[in-house]
């Protein structure tokens, strides 16, 4: 069926954009934006420093397009054409640099133009910031594009000035002031415009997975991009908690209708709020664009389930590269490619997804169209109505959507110093202490100050080992208050401290930090001057003497233990005391005429004829064959004897290399 273009067909286009169109005719024509719904103006001080007749605090609205400076402020010197007062034309002129050197800022009425014509045209001319002033008396509100106007709105991309809105009576004032001559100081102060309770950002991006929609679509489509490996570096360190959010609608027609069939699922729950070109809705429509935001949601949450949340950016990136509408891949077919190249459930996902016929309400689909505040109010960040929005800690940004504008305002949602180091690389931050710390303490001869760098500018903080409020600082001695965790002795320096350890000691650590004393192996040089076996006890060698001797009064060598004269030998008749050290036994038994040594001890004697007795031999049967016999017991004997010493060295030999390798 060809799809109708007929004024159905506008009509169908001016339904699905009315959430969008009620708040841009209220910015732009200035309806009261209650008639848009509940909104929140997002703002920051304009701080009037001079002259002192007019100085005070202004509120000033923070425009949608622009670069807003989160948690940091602006010195200015505010301009006022005379030829161009409405800014609405471009400057012939570069602007003059003001008298007091400050950067230049723009004072613009309203009117004659749109803001984002003003605001181009103040930067092509060198301005550093514009302020426009309303034409009439009202409350404040946003300015955003003009996004029916694309030619207009595309402007959006090459402005990077801060961009406000003041009240009239406080633009007039500063426009009089301006008129009589005097000269007008002025401090945009974004610094509390970004709530910065703790050390993790939440935030949230409104989007559309349309890629075709126009300068917004591109916009969200460069963005997602150019940011998802940024995104998934801070979400997998938990600097932050990201959850993409997608804008829907209710069909206002009847749910049967081609219109509701063409753009929406759940028969007309969920609508596309984005429109199709026309050179593509032939092969798209917004049902397509709705199902495929429900898929990123049930991505997200199954991501979430997996504890690796980041893979929706994964995910995203793939498919805005693969699955184009221009290129007529953006379909269920490349999407499901891209979920298997993210290594997440399909099956688990085309569950989660249903069936878009289904004429019942979509758990995530319904979230996102509570959330955005279409029947209730959300939370603090108020109602959404622009799409892309982009809220932090709740607050929603204001201002272009691009990489590094983006990563400006997450830094400046933290709190101060819990910053990962992407806010404080020399391309987000300045670094504020190389030109402005004097009010931090500091010790020029060691080279030590407590200026501390922030995305929001630095902080007075002393350094490791010293105390105090980062005005004055003190070293702390941590030997005296025993905090340094020294096991033998330890030595106090300014800002540190180390740790020795006594002779015969090894340290470990102790270098500003606990430091473990252990002993050194003190036999490994000379055996640790002993003669018999080293033992490495406390620092020191102790040295040890093998059996039969003793060490001497040296501590080193070892003397000879005469085990007769001391009686400690068991010998029941005669002992002879040897050395060791020479013989391998420190002694031997021996028998009177007429007694042997015991067979089974060699130390008691026996009398002779026991002794042939236990050999089997009977002296009243002798013959030469017992003879014989006893001389084979002999030398039996002999054998056991010279087995016995044998073994006694060996065991000798053992116990001296075990010692060694202890």
């Not at 931090?440 to 010293?466: F, I, Q």
């Amino acid at each position: 069926m060809t799809r109708s273009t007929s004024n159905v067909g506008a009509m169908a286009k001016q339904l699905l954009h009315l959430a969008k169109l009620i708040c841009l005719v209220a910015i732009t024509i200035n309806l009261p934006l209650s008639m848009a719904g509940e909104w929140i103006v997002e703002t920051h001080s304009l701080v009037i420093r001079t002259p002192a007749t007019i100085a005070g605090v202004e509120d000033a609205a923070i425009g949608d397009f622009g670069v807003p400076m989160y948690g940091a402020s602006m010195l200015g010197e505010l301009v006022r054409s005379t030829d161009n007062s409405l800014a609405c034309e471009p400057f012939q002129k570069a602007v003059v640099q003001p008298e007091h050197g400050l950067p230049p800022l723009l004072l613009a009425e309203r009117g004659g133009c749109y803001f984002i014509e003003k605001a181009y045209n103040a930067e092509k001319a060198g301005f550093k910031g514009i302020l426009i002033y309303d034409n009439t008396v009202e409350r404040l509100l946003t300015m955003a594009a003009p996004e029916d106007r694309p030619e207009i709105a595309k402007l959006t991309n090459d402005i990077s000035i801060p961009t406000a809105l003041l009240t009239q009576a406080a633009g007039q004032k500063l426009a009089d002031t301006l008129k009589n001559g005097d000269s007008v100081v002025v401090e945009l102060d974004f610094k509390e415009s970004m709530a910065h309770p703790d050390d993790r950002v939440e935030w949230e991006f409104w989007t559309s997975s349309n890629d075709a929609c126009g300068s917004s679509c591109d916009r969200q489509t460069r963005f997602k991009l150019d940011f998802a490996e940024t995104a998934i570096d801070l979400e997998k360190r938990g600097y932050t908690q990201f959850k993409p959010h997608f804008m829907v609608q209710k069909c206002l027609d009847s749910s049967n209708s081609q219109t509701c069939r063409d753009n929406c699922v759940n028969n007309g729950r969920y609508c596309a709020m984005d429109s199709i070109p026309q050179g593509l809705q032939s092969s798209y429509n917004g049902r397509q664009v709705v199902e495929e935001n429900k898929r990123q949601l049930c991505i997200r949450q199954q991501a979430e389930s997996k504890h690796q949340a980041w893979l929706w950016w994964t995910y995203v990136q793939l498919f805005n590269t693969h699955c184009k509408m221009q290129d007529r891949t953006f379909d269920s077919a490349c999407a499901q490619q891209q979920i298997q190249a993210t290594n997440l459930s399909l099956n688990a996902i085309e569950d989660c997804m249903g069936s878009s016929d289904a004429d019942t309400d979509h758990p995530l689909l319904q979230a996102e169209y509570n959330a955005q505040g279409t029947e209730s109010i959300g939370g603090a960040a108020g109602r959404v109505v622009l799409l892309p929005t982009v809220i932090i800690n709740n607050k929603q940004y204001r201002g272009r959507l691009d990489s590094m504008s983006i990563t400006k305002a997450l830094c400046a949602g933290f709190d101060e110093t819990t910053e990962p180091e992407v806010c404080l690389t020399g391309t987000v931050q300045e670094k504020n202490c190389a030109v402005d710390s004097q009010t931090c303490w500091s010790n020029e001869s060691m080279h030590l100050d407590a200026c501390v760098d922030t995305y929001r500018g630095y902080v007075c903080k002393c350094p490791d080992g010293w105390r105090g409020n980062g005005q004055q600082c003190a070293d702390i001695n941590e030997c005296l208050e025993g905090t340094a965790g020294c096991d033998h002795t330890c030595i106090n320096e300014l800002g540190s401290y180390h740790c020795e350890c006594d002779e015969g000691f090894n340290l470990f650590g102790g270098q500003g930090s606990p430091g473990f004393c252990y002993p050194k192996d003190m036999c490994g040089k000379d055996n640790g001057g002993c003669e018999g076996p080293c033992y490495s006890a406390n620092g020191t060698s102790v040295c040890s003497c093998g059996a039969g001797l003793r060490l001497a009064d040296n501590g080193k060598t070892c003397v000879d233990i005469d085990e007769c004269a001391e009686q400690l030998a068991d010998c029941t008749q005669q002992c002879i005391n040897k050395d060791p050290r020479k013989s391998g036994v420190p002694y031997s038994c021996s028998c009177d005429l007429g007694f042997s040594l015991n067979l089974e001890d060699r130390h008691q004697c026996v009398k002779t004829s026991e002794f042939l007795s236990q050999m089997g031999v009977s002296l009243k049967a002798a013959s030469w064959w017992s003879l014989a016999a006893a001389s084979g017991a002999a030398a039996v004997l002999a054998i056991l004897a010279g087995y016995a010493i044998q073994r006694f060295r060996i065991r000798q030999e053992m116990h001296e290399e075990i010692h060694e390798i202890m």
